[in-house]
Nanobody, 127 residues
Framework: QVQLVEAGGGLVQAGGSLTLSCVAS????????MGWFRQASGKEREFVAG????????DYLDSVKFRFRISRDNDKNTVYLQMNSLRSEDTAVYYC????????????????????WGQGTRVTVSS
């Protein structure tokens, strides 16, 4: 069992930056692919970014490419989502998710395949 706790959300002006963190406990993070998802009010949850177990592969939602960066520190059992040039449409609750796998290099973009989820952290971007 893995527990995930997100932090770092808040209110920011458009064009600003935030860095979200997700700390895992209960199991070593290096056995898991990790992902960030978000859900805006009235919308379905969507994939934002994912990173492979080893951290060498990543994938992004098209609208956040070149603005967001996912990274991980397996020694600290933590995954990060650095968000730059934030837009009002980035406003959502952001969730961290973990998918246990033996695959080192693949990224998982499918929410249905993730095993564990955090409680979410709210990001509000004011225009």
């Amino acid at each position: 069992q893995v527990q995930l706790v997100e932090a770092g959300g808040g209110l920011v002006q458009a064009g600003g930056s935030l860095t979200l963190s997700c700390v895992a406990s209960g199991h070593t993070l290096s056995d898991y692919r990790m992902g960030w998802f978000r859900q805006a009010s009235g919308k379905e949850r969507e994939f934002v970014a994912g990173i492979s177990r080893g951290g060498r592969s990543a994938d992004y939602l098209d609208s956040v490419k070149f603005r967001f960066r996912i990274s991980r520190d397996n020694d600290k059992n933590t995954v990060y989502l650095q968000m730059n040039s934030l837009r009002s449409e980035d406003t959502a609750v952001y969730y961290c998710a973990a998918d246990r796998t033996t695959t080192l290099s693949a990224v998982n973009v499918d929410a249905n395949l993730y095993d564990y989820w955090g409680q979410g952290t709210r990001v509000t971007v004011s225009s």
